[in-house]
């Protein structure tokens, strides 16, 4: 099992839906999970982070974790074209000392 | 200008040839990374160093090394490049005193073709 994986998509979301981006990890990854933004051609950015169950928001953005399913996700309410992207969901070990990035899910809004 | 600053951002080279990629930080972070992105694999981490004194392997340092010149300069070194090599290369960078350490910063990236 690797240890961070995301289905690679592409997501085709409607504007103004909820998207809903998931991310499953393994045991070597358990402690605090983050969510990146990737834009094409651009360097990945750090939109959400998450260290303990439940739900964390930010504006229209929701990370959720689960642990005890090993699963964590990212919806994104209020979908605008602008949240076309690559998402990267990371997950850090006990010292976060590395960040295991999985492949990604490409996410499409449509007009 | 940037925060994270690598050199060169694209780079064509052949088989056998030494290569150095450069990175160079002005946020006074004390870790530093070296990852390589190909499509549909993601980011995958090569080296990472917590100080100068401090270097450690990624999943994937086969064929890679690295020195740490200084806090703010950490750079990656193909010895005998090979067409397997090419991909797009990240150095980032994160703040230890914040606590989390999680949070990423990112150059702009160095795309290397190995013919």
């Known amino acids: 099992q690797k240890e961070v994986e995301q289905n690679s998509g592409p997501l085709s979301v409607p504007e103004g839906a909820i998207a809903s981006l998931n991310c499953t990890y393994s045991d070597r990854v358990s402690q605090s999970f983050f969510w990146y933004r990737q834009y094409s051609g651009k360097s990945p950015e750090l939109i959400m982070s998450?260290?303990?169950?439940g739900d964390k928001e930010d504006g229209r953005f929701t990370a959720q974790l689960n642990k005890a399913s090993q699963y964590v996700s990212l919806l994104i309410r209020d979908s605008q074209p602008s949240d076309s992207a690559t998402y990267l969901c990371?997950?850090?070990?006990?010292?976060?000392?590395?960040?295991?990035f999985g492949s990604g899910t490409r996410l499409s809004i449509r007009p | 200008d940037a925060d994270v600053t690598q050199t060169p951002r694209n780079r064509i080279t052949k088989t056998g040839k030494r290569i150095m990629l450069e990175c160079s930080q002005t946020k006074g972070h004390d870790r530093m990374y070296w990852y390589r992105q190909d499509p549909g694999l993601g980011l995958r981490l090569i080296y990472y160093?917590?100080?100068?004194?401090?270097?450690n392997k990624g999943e994937i340092s086969d064929g890679y090394s690295v020195s740490r010149q200084a806090q703010a300069k950490f750079s990656l070194s193909l010895e005998s490049a090979i067409p397997n090599q090419t991909a797009l290369y990240f150095c980032a960078t994160s703040d230890l005193r914040t606590g989390n350490t999680g949070e990423l910063f990112f150059g702009e990236g160095s795309r290397l073709t190995v013919l």
């Open positions: 998450i260290y303990s169950n």
């Open positions: 990371a997950g850090g070990g006990s010292s976060a000392s590395k960040i295991i």
């Open positions: 160093s917590f100080d100068v004194k401090d270097i």
